[in-house]
């Protein structure tokens, strides 16, 4: 196994390096190995794969965070896990907001380094924006980040996909986006954010919201909503999950996953939030 500071300096060496360099990036940390969840490889994951009434929420950050100390107080009143697709850029220009959601115990994903448009990137340019933004959110947060990426703008290719892949990385997108960053100026209202959050009700939905919003303006839908989202998905006998169970691939048994499949390097840190009050 590559150990920690061997991965770390290959990781930066891919960021000059052609991709195939690139795809060889091991991707480990000290003494408990970070997983590669290629049995999520090979395809665009928009839902977790599974019978069950469960929903995931994830935010993605770019802007700012405007926002965060809402969402981080209802999830933590509800008791509800979340998990946080954050850009690099936005590590590092708001280390501390980033150190927030790591110390409540929610999972951090990558989102790129700068949110650019991946298609206009070179293959090499996709796999810096990937390992950029990794190190910022090492560096930010004090955790390993998950193995988890969600492409910008949500634009995917096969390609792309199996270049991420590659890199250790499954691409998770969502289920259905609330649109809660448009914000009044876009025609949304707390009300509407609901309503696209339950208009896409399924088993293994995932739900995407945003921290902040563009113009750095005006109110944060999202977490204003977030509240009557976890009410409203529990009261419809949907449980809160959080997304690193589908660090574990489903058993052969239904698609049901084991009730703490978190492995020690990805769980919460004690009196974090876990999603323990059963709908």
Known sequence: MVNFRLSRALRRACVALPLVAALLVPTGAAGDER???????????????????VVALTFNAAWNEEGLDTVLSALREQQAPATFFLTGDFAERLPDAVRRIAAAGHGIGNHSHTHPHFGDLTPAGRAAEVNAADEALREASGTEPLPFFRFPYGDTTPGQIAEVNGLGYADIEWTTDTNGYLGPAGGMT???????ALDALTPGEIIQMHIGQG???????????????????????????????????????????DANPLPSWA???PGSVEDRAAS
């Open 190 to 196: 707390v009300e509407k954010v609901l309503d696209r």
């Open 267 to 269: 769980l919460p840190t």
């Open 215 to 257: 113009t750095g303006e005006g109110p944060v839908l999202d977490a204003e909503a977030l509240p009557d989202i976890i009410d409203a998905v529990r009261a419809r006998g949907y449980r809160i999950v959080d997304l690193r169970t589908l660090l574990t691939p489903a058993t052969s048994t239904g698609g049901q996953r």
């Open 35 to 53: 997983p590669v969840p290629e049995h999520l490889f090979g395809s665009v994951n928009r839902t977790m794969p599974t019978q069950e009434k």
